[in-house]
């Protein structure tokens, strides 16, 4: 099972960005799909989470301004990060807690994207 991070990048303060990740390889059930991040010098924090039936809960220094979504269909989960401000500046990581077929439920990690937000 890989998960595919993408959309981080460079933004200024007050700007919008989208973060993809998809999962591929032989996963048959996903319970969660999670955004964390880590920023220099910082341990990794959660962000948000999404249920398979979209219920979802966000970290307070991000709530009002990010939005997490997935489809089921496409195995993918989404964070729309909206308002950016300089402290949002770190390293993404989405996360999946599911099962793989014959095989206990377990964490996957994707390999991080890197979101920097100017002054």
């Known amino acids: 099972v890989q998960l595919q991070a993408s959309g981080g990048g460079l933004v200024q303060a007050g700007g919008p960005l989208r973060l993809s990740c998809a999962a591929s390889g032989s996963i048959v059930s996903i319970t969660s799909m999670d955004w964390y991040r880590q920023a220099p010098g910082n341990q990794r924090e959660f962000v948000a989470t999404i249920t398979s039936g979209g219920s979802a809960n966000y970290a307070d220094p991000v709530k009002g301004r990010f939005t997490i979504s997935r489809d089921n269909a496409k195995r993918t989960v989404y964070l729309q990060m909206n308002s950016l401000k300089p402290d949002d500046t770190a390293v993404y990581y989405c996360?999946?807690?599911?099962?793989?077929?014959?095989?206990?439920?377990?964490?996957?990690w994707g390999q991080g994207t890197l979101v920097t937000v100017s002054s």
């Open positions: 996360h999946l807690y599911g099962m793989e077929y014959a095989r206990s439920p377990r964490d996957y």
